[in-house]
Every structure is written in structure tokens, then in C-alpha cells.
């Protein structure tokens, strides 16, 4: 079992960043991919990046290439999104995922454990 706990959203400007986190609980950390996902109001749960449980694959949508950088730091069991540059259309919940897989999905169904969520607020 893990239990996954957001914190870092809020309400920025358009062009700036924010960083997010996702402090994971559990002795498996290490073993699973982790991956974030984003839910607009209205939306789909849509992906947004994925690493592979040791880093050494990374995934993203190609709607954040360039500007968000999804990293993983096992000591700390606890996965990071940075998110530059954001845009009035990057605001939705984002939710962090656990795939015991390991690999790094782009799929929502290959997740098998899900966060609250973090509001993140972008203003024109």
C-alpha cells in the first residue's frame, strides 16, 4: 500500500513557476514509477509526465515538453514537478500516481495508487 500526499499548487501568474511535490509513504518507493496527471474542470484526467522507478525513463505530454521537469529523489521517497512558463491553460488539479510497474505509463489505468490532488491557479 502507498499513500501519495500533494503539496506545492496555488495561484500564479502567467509565466511563472511553481513546483510541486508528492511525499510518498510505504518501504516500495523506490520500485515504483511515479507519474502526474492533471484534471481541468470539464476534463478528462489527462497525463502529464512520468519517471521510471530508478529515473532513467521520463515521459511527457507534449503540451509541457520544454517547460515542466518531473524528477524523483528515493532517499526522500517524495517526487517533484517543476512547471515553468505556465499558461492560463496548464490551471486543473494535479494528481500524483504510483505504477507498480515501475516503468513510467503515459495510461491512467496502469497507476494502481492516486493522490488528493493540488489546485494550481494560473491568471492571465
Known amino acids: 500500500q502507498v499513500q501519495l500526499v500533494e503539496s506545492g499548487g496555488g495561484l500564479v501568474q502567467a509565466g511563472g513557476s511553481l513546483r510541486l511535490s508528492c511525499a510518498a509513504s510505504?518501504?516500495?518507493?523506490?520500485?515504483?514509477?511515479m507519474g502526474w496527471f492533471r484534471q481541468a474542470p470539464g476534463k478528462e484526467r489527462e497525463f502529464v509526465a512520468a519517471?521510471?522507478?530508478?529515473?532513467?525513463?521520463?515521459n511527457s505530454a507534449d503540451s509541457v515538453k520544454g517547460r515542466f521537469t518531473i524528477s524523483r529523489d528515493n532517499a526522500k521517497n517524495t517526487v517533484y514537478l517543476q512547471m515553468n512558463s505556465l499558461k492560463p491553460e496548464d490551471a486543473a488539479v494535479y494528481y500524483c500516481?504510483?505504477?507498480?510497474w515501475g516503468l513510467g505509463s503515459v495510461t491512467k489505468s496502469a497507476y494502481d495508487y492516486w493522490g488528493q490532488g493540488t489546485q494550481v491557479t494560473v491568471s492571465s
Open positions: 500516481a504510483a505504477d507498480a
Open positions: 519517471v521510471s522507478w530508478n529515473g532513467g525513463t521520463i
Open positions: 510505504g518501504r516500495r518507493f523506490s520500485t515504483y514509477a
